[in-house]
Structure formats: structure tokens, C-alpha cells
């Protein structure tokens, strides 16, 4: 048994916010109380002065396993994970092969299970080999442990295959996340269109890109009544789009990044390649759309899009470097600041990485720190400096955007199902 005593439990699940005892037995939280008196043998841990987050849920991960471990593989996204607070994150199928199978997924869930360290729940893609011809077999998918179908990365361009897609999951409520990019309007480019853009020569990618896209698919959730969830949302126009459709009760989702929240394309004037992601980092008034949306409940999760690419992948002129940015073990230091600047409560930015995720998920049981509940939890020190540098980071790449930054907020202890997974 496990003992944690005084620690400031934040629970956006139960609205808790309270200083209390928290006892665990194997991995299931047993009792939670302003005072427990410790049982024999077990384990105390002193939580006075830290907080106790319920382990938070990622929506939007690429673990590169398998096919392209060399960036980073289920063990090393998994740290990553534990690192950062993270008991729960959803691997995109853009692996090599792709997840367009039982057999990847199958692999997926065992190799995770086995290391123990989080909970993957993979997404299967909409399209075989992401190819946007043929759909997979989404109930084989779901059956080997599938959450969702995505082509993240890609568009699915046939606006037809994407509504069969809503169709066919809404059966079994599965998540269709989409990645909307218009698949001729800015084409070829690698920056968000605008000052930057012409300033560097990069050729820029407007912000209708991902808004058309949008655009269509909540036509396709209005028409089939089936859910859409839309991945990192960074334009002021896509969020306006999804403002309105949630406005007039359309089943829509959406997630916001912590790099759409913390940083514009005047990064890019660098041509530092940690500022190349898709959809890329887009105007100061795009920004501030994001955090706006964030705060508005338009956008309901937080979620990393952690991409990981070899330096050597991304030591490349910016034309050629391929498109994005880690996440995981950011994520939270790095959005605290919202809480610091005043922006938002810390509920409120917890409930952005567990309950919202969780709902979103159709995993109440997830993202919870209540007695009955998988004891998923992180500790973390709030008054803690870190420099964000190589040091950081547990993921085998190191392709950070949030690189130099300074932040308040350091996790002490990951546990997972009961069991420690991280410890500094
Ligand atoms: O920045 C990105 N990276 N955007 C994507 O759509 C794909 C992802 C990746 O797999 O690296
Ligand atoms: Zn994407
Ligand atoms: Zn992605």
C-alpha cells in the first residue's frame, strides 16, 4: 500500500481542489481524506507543498513504432510520457508500416503493456496505408484495442470516404481525429503565409488551409450527425468555424497544442527547423485565438501533437527538414505559464489535460483521482525552476520548439496504475 500524505490534490473530474491523504492499494485508489492514518507496511510519500494532477491524457502522439525507431520507439515515447504526467496517450497510425491492421495494433498495445510505463491507446487509420482509397477494417481495429481512426498527417481528401468513415464509427462511437488541410491550397509550403513567409522567402501555407478543411468536415458532422474531432487547431478562422458549429449543437471536438498557445511564426526568422510543424506556427492574432478558444471551451483539449524526428532528420535547409515538434515532457511547465500570467485557473488547465480528454475519449474512468479509480497520478513541485535544454528530455529526440525556455513547474513522481514510472 501506498500512503501519499498533505499533497494539494487538484481534480477537475470531482471539482476537488484540497489538501489531503491519498491511500492506493496495488493500483486502485482506496480512500482519499483530509487525514489518513498510514496502515502497517505501507509506503509514505510526502507530498507536502506539491500538487497531485490525475495522470493526464494526450490525444495526439507519434510513438514512430513501428518502422522508425530510430526517432523514437514505444519505450522512449513511453518515458517521455511518464515524464511529463502522462498516463494515457493516443499514437497516430502514421508508423511504418501503418496502422491500418490488427497486427500493428495488436503490437502496439502489447509492447506498451509490457514496459508498463503508460497507457497507448492507438489510433488505426481511416484509409489503408493512409492512402485515402480504401478504408481498413475499423471493427477489426477497435477489436485489437483501437480508440479512433485518423490519416493525421494527411487530409482524407475525398470528402466521400470521410463521411463513410463518420458513418461506419459512429457504431461503435469510435473517435474520428482529423488533420484538415486542403490538399491544393498551399501545397508545397512550409511556414504560416503572411509577414514571416515573404520576410524569410519560406513559402508560406495560409491559414484556409486547415479551415477549408474544417469547414467540411463539420458540413460532414451536420450531415451524418456523427462525431468530429479536430486535431491542433491553430487559426483563428478554423476556431471561429468550430465556435459556431458547437453553438448550434454540432457533436465537434477539437484540440489546441501548447506550441499554437506559446509561440507565432516570427520564430521561424531563424530558420531554425524546431519551428517547422504542420500546421505551423501561425500569427500573433492566431495565437491569441487559440488561447482565447482554449479559455472559451471552443477548443477542449491540450494536446501535444509530440512528433519526434532524428537530428539528423531535421539538421536539413528548412525546404527540406521534415514537419514537427516533441511534446510530452513540455507540455504542462510549459502552459503553467497560462496560470501564472493570470489566464487561467490551474482547474481549469488540468481539466484541458484529464477530464475534457477523457470525455472526449468516452474514458470517464480515465483522468480521475477519486477512490475506486486507477491510480494514475503525477506530483509535482510548482515553485521548481527548469531551463529546458538536451538534459530535458526522455524521448530519443531532442526536436523541441521550447528549447532555452525557462518554467515554474517540475514533476516530481509519475504513477501508473500504483506503480512509480518516474521519479526526480
Ligand atoms: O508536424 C507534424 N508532424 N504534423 C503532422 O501532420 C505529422 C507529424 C509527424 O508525423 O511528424
Ligand atoms: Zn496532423
Ligand atoms: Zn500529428
Known sequence: MLLIQQGHLVNPATKRSEVCDILIDGDTITSIAPSIEAPAGATVIDARGKH????????????????????????TGSDAAAKGGFSTVCCMPNTLPVNDSKT??????NKAKAYGKCRVLP???????????????????????????????KNVDNAEMMKI????????????AAHTE??????????????????TGLKGIPDITESLGVARDIELAYYTG??????HVSSKRS??????????????????????????????????????????????EDRLACIAGLLDGTLDAIATDHAPHAIGDKEKEFDNAPFGVIGLETALPVTLDLVHQGKMTLEELIAALTVKPAAILGRSDLGDVSVGRIADLSLWDLSATDTIDDSYFASKSHNSCFKGRQVVGRNTLTLFGGKPVYER
Open 239 to 284: 476556431i471561429e468555424l468550430i465556435r459556431q458549429a458547437k453553438a448550434s449543437g454540432l457533436p465537434v471536438t477539437a484540440e489546441v497544442t501548447p506550441h499554437h498557445l506559446f509561440l507565432n511564426d516570427s520564430a521561424i526568422e531563424t530558420y531554425d527547423t524546431n519551428f517547422k510543424m504542420n500546421p505551423p506556427l501561425r500569427s500573433e
Open 182 to 199: 486542403d490538399p491544393h491550397i498551399g501545397k508545397g509550403g512550409v511556414v504560416h503565409e503572411g509577414f514571416y513567409s515573404s520576410k
Open 104 to 109: 500493428v495494433t495488436t503490437y502496439i498495445v
Open 165 to 176: 468513415a463518420l458513418e461506419y464509427s459512429s457504431m461503435w462511437n469510435a473517435l474520428i
Open 226 to 231: 456523427n462525431r468530429v474531432h479536430f486535431c
Open 123 to 153: 489510433y488505426g487509420s481511416i484509409s489503408k496505408g493512409m492512402k485515402g482509397e480504401v478504408l481498413t477494417p475499423m471493427a477489426e481495429l477497435l477489436e485489437a484495442g483501437a480508440i479512433g481512426f485518423s490519416d493525421d498527417g
Open 52 to 75: 497531485i494532477f490525475p495522470g493526464f491524457i494526450d490525444l495526439h502522439v507519434h510513438l514512430r513504432d513501428p518502422g522508425l525507431e530510430y526517432k523514437e520507439d514505444i519505450h
